[in-house]
C-alpha cells in the first residue's frame, strides 16, 4: 500500500489487474452513516497531505464522498475477482470523474531559471526554438496536459501547460524533462519551481514585463515571448489558453515599458557582459584591447553596439554566414568590422584579448585543449585572456577555467554588474506590478468566460435543430409554388425569434468582467439551462477527453 503526494489515495496491487486498482479514500472525518461492507468509493483529492483512512465493515464516511455500487472492496480489501474484470480505461474514468470535474482544468508553469538553477543544469534543458513544436507535440500527448508551451532562454526554461490535474500533470511533465534532458528527477526538483492558475499568470506577466529577469527591465524577453506565440501558431497543443495568455502577457509588457519607461537606461544580458568586461580590464587598455565576437545573432548583434557605445572602434566578428556582419556593418559604418568564418575561428581567438561568444550551437566551441595552445594576449589582466559567454547552452567548456592564463564568465556571472542599477528600476517596478495586477484580473475573467462556451454552443445548436425542422414544416404546408422571398423572409422570421428568446440566457452565461456577475452565478445559470435543456453537461465533457487521452496512449 502508498500513499500518493497530494491526494488522500491507496494503491493496491491485484494480480491481473492492469494498472493498479486504486480506492480514493476520503481523507475528511467519519460521518454517522454506515457504510455498506462493500463499496467503491470515490473522493475529490485534497491539496494537503493528510493521514490514510482505512476502510473497515461498518465504518462511514464524509457524505461529500460519492459511493458507485458496484463491488471494489469487501471488509478492508480488494477483491482481485471483480478488480480484474475492471478496464484501465473504466479504473481511469471512474476514479478521474469526481476529481477533474469538480475544478476546471489548470494552468501550470514548471520552470527553473537563472534564480533557482545554475547554468549547468539550463543549459541541459535548453530546447532550440525550431524543437518547440515537436516539445508541445509530446507534452499534449502525456495522459493529463491538454495544452503546453516552452518559453527557452539563456536564464529560463519555462513550461506552460493546461492541465487536467495539477498533480499527475506536474508529475508527467517534471518526468518528461528528466527524460528529455538527462537530469534525474529528484535533482529537477531540487531547482525547479512550480506556479498554479492566478500565479502562473501573474508570474508570465512579470517575465514579459522584464520584472522577472537578471536585469530588471530588459527589454529581450518580451521579443522572445513574442516568438513562443509566433513559433506556436498552427502547433496542435498550442491551444486556447495557453495561445490567450501569451498573447495577454505580450500586451501587459508592452504596456509595462510604455508607461513605467522601467526599459530607460536598462542594460540588456548583453550590455552587462561588455560591462563586466570593462570591469575586469585596465581602463588604460580600454582602447587597446583586441575584441573578439562569436555569432552575430540578436545578442552578438547586442554586444558589438553595447562595445560601440563604449568606444570600440575595431573588432573581429566570426560568424556562420557574412550577411548578417555586413548588414551590421553598414548599419554601424563608422566602426570596423572584420569578418571572419568560423573555420578562421580559433585563429582569431589566439589574436583576441576578450572573446564574447553568443552562438546557437549545442556543444562547445572552446574546450581546455583549445586554449592552452592559444598565444599570449597583449592586454587583459596581467596577461590573461577573458571569455564572456552568454551562449545557453554554453559556447565556453566549464574546464577552460582550469587553464591558467584564462578567465571564463558566463551568465550567472552578470549579477554584480546589474545589481547597482537596481535601485531606480525597482520603483518603477512597483507601479508596473500595479498594472500586472490589473491585467491579471482581465485575463481571468476572459478564462473565466471559457466555462460556458461548450454550453453556449450547444444551446445554440439545440435551439437551431428545433427552429430549422418547424421550419421545414411550415414551408411544406406552403406548398411548392411560394417565392424566394417569401422563403427568405419567412427563414429571417424563425431566426429572429429564436435569436430574441435566445438573448437572455445567452446574456447570463458570459463572465466576462463586463457586469458584476460572478463567476459562481454564471455556473449556477450553466448548471440550470444543462438540466431544463437535457444538454449534455462538462462532465460529459471531460470525460470525452478522459476516454481520448487513454485510448491515443493504448495504441
Known amino acids: 500500500m502508498a500513499v500518493s503526494s497530494g491526494f488522500a489515495t491507496a494503491s493496491f496491487a491485484v494480480a491481473g489487474s492492469k494498472p493498479e486498482a486504486v480506492l480514493l479514500l476520503c481523507s475528511s472525518s467519519l460521518s454517522s452513516r454506515a457504510l455498506p461492507s462493500q463499496i467503491r468509493v470515490l473522493c475529490k483529492p485534497t491539496r494537503s497531505k493528510r493521514p490514510l483512512v482505512r476502510v473497515q465493515s461498518g465504518a462511514s464516511l464524509n457524505p ?14 480488494v477483491d482481485p475477482k471483480r478488480t480484474s474484470s475492471v478496464s484501465a480505461l473504466e479504473q481511469l474514468k471512474t476514479s478521474a470523474a469526481d476529481r477533474y470535474t469538480k475544478e476546471r482544468s489548470s494552468i501550470v508553469v514548471i520552470g527553473l531559471s537563472v534564480h533557482t538553477t545554475p547554468v549547468e543544469m539550463r543549459e541541459k534543458l535548453a530546447i532550440p526554438e525550431a524543437e518547440c513544436p515537436r516539445a508541445i507535440g509530446e507534452l499534449c500527448n502525456l495522459n493529463h496536459i491538454e495544452e503546453a508551451a516552452v518559453l527557452s532562454t539563456c536564464n529560463r526554461m519555462e513550461i506552460y501547460v493546461v492541465a487536467l490535474s495539477q498533480h ?7 518526468e518528461w524533462m528528466s527524460k528529455t534532458s538527462g537530469i534525474p528527477v529528484s535533482e529537477l526538483c531540487q531547482h525547479r519551481f512550480l506556479l498554479y492558475n492566478k500565479d502562473a499568470t501573474q508570474h508570465l506577466f512579470e517575465v514579459s514585463a522584464g520584472l522577472d529577469s537578471l536585469v530588471l527591465g530588459e527589454g529581450q524577453i518580451l521579443a522572445q515571448v513574442k516568438q513562443v506565440v509566433k513559433t506556436g501558431q498552427g502547433v496542435v497543443g498550442f491551444g486556447r489558453n495557453i495561445s490567450g495568455l501569451f498573447k495577454h502577457a505580450i500586451t501587459v509588457g508592452k504596456r509595462v515599458r510604455t508607461e513605467t519607461n522601467i526599459a530607460a ?20 587598455s580600454h582602447a587597446t584591447t583586441r575584441m573578439l565576437v562569436i555569432g552575430a545573432g540578436k545578442m552578438g548583434k547586442l554586444v558589438i553596439k553595447h562595445l560601440v557605445a563604449k568606444g570600440c572602434t575595431k573588432m573581429v566578428v566570426v560568424n556562420r554566414t557574412e550577411e548578417r556582419v555586413a548588414a551590421i556593418r553598414e548599419e554601424l559604418n563608422e566602426v570596423e568590422i572584420i569578418y571572419k568564418p568560423f573555420t578562421e575561428m580559433l585563429a582569431c581567438a589566439g589574436e583576441a584579448d576578450v572573446i564574447f561568444t553568443s552562438t546557437a550551437s549545442e556543444t562547445p566551441l572552446f574546450l581546455k585543449e583549445d586554449v592552452e595552445v592559444l598565444p599570449p594576449v597583449v592586454s587583459g589582466i596581467g596577461g590573461l585572456r577573458l571569455f564572456v559567454d552568454i551562449s545557453v547552452p ?36 512597483m507601479e508596473a506590478q500595479a498594472i500586472i495586477a490589473e491585467e491579471s484580473k482581465q485575463f481571468e475573467a476572459w478564462r473565466d468566460s471559457l466555462e460556458t462556451v461548450p454550453t453556449i454552443k450547444k444551446l445554440r445548436a439545440y435551439a ?22 417569401t422563403r427568405r423572409a419567412v427563414d429571417d422570421l424563425s431566426r429572429g425569434i429564436v435569436n430574441k428568446l435566445l438573448h437572455g440566457p445567452m446574456q447570463h452565461l458570459r463572465c466576462d468582467g463586463s457586469d458584476s456577475r460572478t463567476l459562481s452565478e454564471t455556473l449556477e445559470n450553466m448548471h440550470a439551462l444543462n438540466r431544463m435543456f437535457n444538454l449534455e453537461t462538462e462532465i460529459s465533457v471531460l470525460e470525452q477527453k478522459i476516454r481520448a487521452k487513454v485510448e491515443q496512449n493504448q495504441k
Not at 499527475?168 to 517534471?174: D, F, N, P, Q, S
Not at 537606461?265 to 588604460?284: F, Q, T, Y
Open 394 to 429: 554554453r559556447n565556453v567548456g566549464s574546464c577552460v577555467a582550469d587553464v591558467e592564463t584564462a578567465r571564463v564568465y558566463n551568465v550567472d556571472d552578470l549579477k554584480e554588474v546589474v545589481a547597482a542599477n537596481k535601485e531606480d528600476r525597482l520603483r518603477k517596478a
Open 265 to 284: 537606461g536598462a542594460v540588456s544580458v548583453s550590455s552587462a557582459a561588455v560591462e563586466l568586461a570593462l570591469m575586469k580590464l585596465p581602463e588604460s
Open 464 to 485: 437551431e435543430r428545433i427552429r430549422a425542422a418547424e421550419l421545414e414544416k411550415c414551408l411544406s404546408k406552403m406548398g411548392d409554388d411560394i417565392s424566394k422571398k
Open 168 to 174: 499527475r500533470g506536474v508529475k508527467e511533465v517534471t
Open 64 to 77: 461529500r464522498c460519492e459511493v458507485a455500487s458496484d463491488v471494489l472492496v469487501q471488509n478492508g480489501t
